[in-house]
């Protein structure tokens, strides 16, 4: 639509300070999708063997389903109304690391994912497929889950589809990636970050389930060097 000159003589100032906040919002759009920049790396830890439940243990939710593994894949069965499993290894990084997988929702409309994961002394869940099958974010930021807060997106999954599934944590940052596309970067320096109560049993680290079959594979952890500030 063209804007009369008359109009944008009169209201010069409100039209570029709109400008100003469109602009901003679509850069900041364009920032949360940009691809991953990779970090200096260090040891990689192999979560999943893809033979055996080794260093996990199913959680006791109550009305779990069976936990599975097949063709290289943990497979988390239908509970009722969460199935799910958590770290019993050696300690993990609860900071400077980077978490990947490949995630599918085998059949089910809800999340087919919930990683339960540390950010320094504090947990945080990232959430693939809830609240009927598209949602994701983060569980809790400022303590709204992942359904009411800065983190809360919507993404289309097929199922019987695998994702690549990206997650890092670094002194200030919590980002993850569905493929190449970031889908949420939060300063967990500035804000509230914990869990869901019903998420406490995945502690350290945990996979989960909601009334939907998912699966996993590849899964591994990556430390990763921090940044070295340089001397003014």
């Known amino acids: 639509?063209?804007?009369?000159?008359?109009?944008?003589k009169i209201s010069?100032?409100?039209?570029?300070?709109a400008v100003a906040v469109f602009l901003a919002s679509s850069l900041s759009a364009e920032e949360k999708k940009e691809k991953p920049v990779d970090a200096p790396k260090g040891e990689v830890i192999k979560l999943f063997d893809g033979k055996s439940?080794?260093?996990?243990?199913?959680?006791?939710?109550g009305g779990e389903g069976t936990v599975l593994v097949k063709d290289g894949q943990l497979i988390l069965e239908p509970g009722d109304p969460i199935t799910g499993v958590h770290w019993v290894g050696k300690e993990l990084p609860n900071v400077n690391y980077e978490i990947s997988f490949d995630a599918q929702r085998v059949d089910g409309n809800d999340f087919f994912c919930a990683l339960t994961f540390p950010v320094k002394e504090k947990l945080?869940?990232?959430?693939?497929g809830g609240?009927?099958?598209?949602?994701?974010?983060?569980?809790?930021?400022?303590?709204?889950d992942a359904s009411e807060n800065e983190s809360t997106d919507y993404y289309s999954f097929d199922n019987e589809k695998w994702y690549k599934i990206r997650l890092r944590v670094d002194e200030k940052f919590i980002q993850?990636?569905?493929?190449?596309?970031?889908?949420?970067?939060?300063?967990?320096?500035?804000n509230r970050i914990s869990i869901?109560?019903?998420?406490?049993?995945?502690?350290?680290?945990?996979?989960a389930s909601f009334q939907t079959k998912g699966a996993i594979k590849n899964l591994k952890m990556?430390?990763?060097?921090?940044?070295v500030k340089k001397k003014d």
């Open 53 to 61: 439940l080794k260093n996990w243990k199913v959680t006791d939710f």
């Open 1 to 8: 639509m063209l804007i009369p000159v008359r109009l944008l």
């Open 196 to 207: 869901r109560i019903e998420m406490e049993l995945s502690k350290p680290l945990g996979l």
């Open 222 to 227: 990556t430390k990763l060097k921090p940044e």
């Open 176 to 190: 993850a990636w569905i493929d190449e596309t970031r889908i949420t970067k939060i300063d967990h320096t500035e």
């Open 124 to 128: 945080c869940s990232l959430i693939l």
């Open 12 to 17: 010069s100032v409100p039209f570029c300070f």
């Open 131 to 144: 609240w009927g099958g598209s949602l994701i974010g983060l569980s809790n930021i400022n303590d709204f």
